[in-house]
Structure formats: structure tokens, C-alpha cells
């Protein structure tokens, strides 16, 4: 087994030191009642009008994989920190409460929860760090994927950006991120295979640089590729824009398009395309990559470049701006009390939540409302079952369907809220009045003493 690969058989011990020294404090008193925990973030991350909800409903079935073979609990017994009562119950762990989640592809905003477990306390409580890690990686780069491709409208953007990616794992899931949020292909062929996004590349410098002539390069890899992408930044952009031209021209090479890497974007796009129609290859297209994000993508379209798609990699593959989201997965009821945090600038809301969406008599949505699980109002219900007494309740997470719902959702919010720039006002979200009064009981409980 490499060790780079996380094993099923491994889930339960990836999790921080603190979750399991809590585990073993719940069984040793005895306290098996059901919690509640709320996952969100009180801020976004900066510059985002909309954060893309992504990962939470596979977090869901992951929570069911969670196990606690031999072989592992061997390895903790070697910790010298846990019972052996307490490994001897863990043997037999396995989730039995539900998941509300959010679909994957929702836009969500500060407070409102992502996702919520209600299981024995324990159950719960273990899932904290498996399920930040899977939404907070997913949510980072989803988020930032879709302000590219908002940004580059309807030119298709091309993930190039695996190999600065923080981890295999990372360079694998994010795929998954973004085709929901709407990259149109990746380089990265495992993500393709698995997650059904189109695999797409074009060549290194390396393979020009290999042979002796330029001009060679593009006939061998344009005979053995139909169709292909040629790069023609590595010496002298202009004369391998010419050296594509006569290749096509007089002797019928089928190239698709040209990647230009380097140097003056906008300049040089412009001087292909002129170059390329005046020879009467209006057809062969301009893809442009080389430390792209949506900034510059938006500034090389108002400029009016003609470029037909964008490669992004870094910027968008470490999501540089904005690389976190405090994601919070808090206990707001115990025992069926609520329970909440009143920490300066992290003020929790107790008790089990909906999410509700309102829209207005066009269709387009116009704020949400964050209420107690058992209110009820006459707008979209944003938080589904996803798994009920350790089942799942329906299909697992299509991807498809989650692009189609992200990109539905943005063309129903106020249109400020797809532009790059932040906001002035943001989308209104606010609590109910009656989990604002059991948030004022719950303190006043305290201050007396205690709640349950």
C-alpha cells in the first residue's frame, strides 16, 4: 500500500488526537444521548459574493464508511493513551444517526449550516474532523472554479493545475469541485476518469525543445494527434504561429488550436489571429494559460482578446486569494437541550436548523431565512436527509446534477452577486425570532446555572 493512499480500513483514525480523547470521556461517562452538530462559516472567504457549497453530501456517505478493524485499533492500543474497554467498544463503531446536508452545487452564505448530524453524541462528535476536511477542501476550490468560469463566460476553462496542488488528494477531488462549478475539462486523467470531466492537454516546451527543429515538432505530434493543440510560445511566438500556418496550409495538417504560455497575452493573441485569418484559418482557435485566474481573464476580455478558452492552474488549483474557509462544526443540542458557544465574535445559534430560500414574484431570489428544524415556511427547505439511521435515503451525489443546480441557482440571485468585485450589500440571511429567543434562553439558562 503506498502511503499516499487513505484506506477505508484508516477513516476512523483520520481524525485529530482531541476527537478520540473525547470519546473515550464520553464512554467512560456513560453519555450515549443524541447531539446535534451544525456545520458552516461565520465569514466568507475574501472577495466571494457566493460561496459554492461542495462536498457535504459524499461527506455524508463517507460518515457510514468510518470503522475500526483490528489492525487499526492495534495501532492506538500502541498510543498507550486509551482503555482497553474503550478500543473493545470502538471495534464495533459504526454511525447510526442521520445527516441533513445541503445539495452539492448550493450557494451558501455566513451562519447557514452546510450540513447536520444528529447521532449519539460520540458518533457525532467523531465525524468532525473527516467531514471539515472533505467540505472545506471541495467548498475552497469550488468557490474559486466558478469566479473563473464566471469570469471567462462562455470561453471554456481548462483545469492545468494538479501538479501545484496541495496533495494527490486535493488534485483528485478538486476535479469533482469543478465540474460542478463549471470548468469544462482537466488535465488530470485519473480526476477525468473518475469524476467524468472531459480530459484535455496540449504539449510541454519539453517536446519542442527534444527535437532539433521547431517545425518538426509540430508535423510529428499534428500527424500522431489529429486535431491537437500545438504550443507555440517557446522560442519565437510569431515565426511558430507562421510555421503552424504553412504546416496547415500546404501540407493539410489538422491542428485545432494554438496555446499561447508567456509574454504579452492580449498583444500576442491579437497578432495570431490576425495572422492566422489573413491565411484563412479563421478555424483554428486560441486557447491562452500561464498564471491565469479570473482577474486577468476579465481584463484580457474587456480588452477584447480574441481567445477562444483559458488554461488555469495554479491560481485556481491552490485557490491563491483565498485558500481556507473557517468552516465551524459545533454542538447546538445534547440530550434534546439546546447547547450553544457565546464566545466574543463567535456567536452560535442553539438547536437543530432549516434553511430556507425566498424568491420574489419573478422568480429570483431575494433572501434566506435561517430557522428552528420544526418551523416552517412557504420557501425552499435548503437542508435534505441524506443518510437516517445510518442509511442513505436516496442515490448518492450526482455531479452533473449538481453543476445544473449551481449554475440554475446563480441565474435566479441578484445579478451583483455573480460579478468579481465584493458586494456592497450582502444577501440577506437572517434567524428567525424564535431561534433568536431560545438563543437569549439559552444564555439566560447559564447565567443561572446551567441547561439540562
Known amino acids: 500500500m503506498s502511503d499516499l493512499t487513505l484506506t477505508d480500513d484508516e477513516l476512523g483514525l483520520f481524525t485529530d488526537l482531541y476527537e478520540l480523547t473525547m470519546l473515550q470521556a464520553y464512554w467512560a461517562e456513560g453519555m450515549h444521548a443524541d447531539g446535534v452538530f451544525s456545520l458552516f462559516f461565520r465569514k466568507p472567504p475574501a472577495n466571494r459574493n457566493i460561496v459554492l457549497a461542495c462536498g457535504q453530501e459524499h461527506a455524508a456517505y463517507m460518515a457510514r464508511e468510518v470503522r475500526f478493524p483490528k489492525a487499526q485499533l492495534d495501532r492506538l492500543a500502541g498510543m498507550g493513551m486509551f482503555q482497553d474497554g474503550f478500543l473493545h467498544w470502538l471495534e464495533d463503531f459504526r454511525f447510526s444517526g442521520e445527516i441533513l446536508a445541503m445539495p452539492e452545487g448550493t450557494p451558501v452564505f455566513p451562519h447557514e449550516p452546510l450540513l447536520e448530524v444528529r447521532a449519539p453524541v460520540a458518533e457525532a462528535q467523531l465525524l468532525e474532523t473527516l467531514i471539515m476536511n472533505l467540505v472545506t477542501t471541495e467548498t475552497v476550490l469550488a468557490s474559486k472554479a466558478l469566479r473563473v468560469a464566471l469570469a471567462a463566460g462562455d470561453r471554456p476553462v481548462l483545469d492545468f493545475g494538479m501538479r501545484r496542488m496541495h496533495g494527490t488528494d486535493a488534485a483528485l477531488r478538486g476535479v469533482r469541485a469543478y465540474r460542478v462549478a463549471g470548468i469544462r475539462a482537466t488535465s488530470n486523467v485519473l480526476g477525468s476518469l473518475r469524476y467524468g470531466l472531459p480530459a ?38 510569431m515565426a511558430a504561429v507562421d510555421k503552424v500556418i504553412t504546416l496547415v496550409r500546404d501540407e493539410g495538417l489538422d491542428i485545432n488550436a494554438i496555446r499561447l504560455d508567456s509574454g504579452d497575452l492580449l498583444q500576442l493573441s491579437r497578432e495570431a489571429r490576425r495572422r492566422m485569418d489573413a491565411a484563412g484559418l479563421s478555424h483554428i482557435k486560441i486557447v491562452v494559460s500561464g498564471g491565469l485566474d479570473e482577474w486577468k481573464i476579465q481584463e484580457l476580455l474587456t480588452a477584447g482578446a480574441p481567445v477562444d478558452s483559458f488554461g488555469v492552474g495554479t491560481d485556481m488549483g491552490a485557490a491563491v486569494d483565498a485558500p481556507s474557509l473557517d468552516l465551524a462544526y459545533k454542538l447546538t443540542e445534547y440530550g434534546g437541550e439546546p447547547r450553544l458557544k457565546n464566545a466574543p465574535g463567535k456567536k452560535l445559534h442553539p438547536g437543530p436548523k432549516q434553511v430556507w430560500r425566498f424568491a420574489d414574484a419573478d422568480g429570483h431570489y431575494s433572501h434566506d ?82 441547561v439540562g
Open 200 to 237: 484535455s492537454g496540449t504539449m510541454a516546451h519539453s517536446f519542442i525543445q527534444a527535437h532539433p527543429d521547431e517545425t518538426d515538432a509540430f508535423r510529428i505530434y499534428g500527424r500522431l494527434y489529429p486535431g491537437t493543440t500545438l504550443l507555440v510560445d517557446t522560442y519565437d511566438t
Open 369 to 450: 431565512e435561517i430557522t428552528g428544524r420544526d418551523e416552517h415556511r412557504d420557501g425552499e427547505p435548503l437542508l435534505q436527509p441524506v443518510i437516517r439511521a445510518g442509511e442513505p435515503v436516496g442515490e448518492p451525489p450526482d455531479i452533473a446534477a449538481a453543476h445544473d443546480r449551481a449554475w440554475a441557482a446563480l441565474g435566479r440571485m441578484p445579478e451583483g452577486m455573480r460579478r468579481l468585485e465584493p458586494m456592497d450589500t450582502p444577501y440577506p440571511v437572517h434567524f428567525s425570532e424564535a431561534l433568536e429567543r431560545l438563543r437569549v434562553e439559552t444564555i439566560e439558562a447559564l447565567n443561572r446555572g446551567g
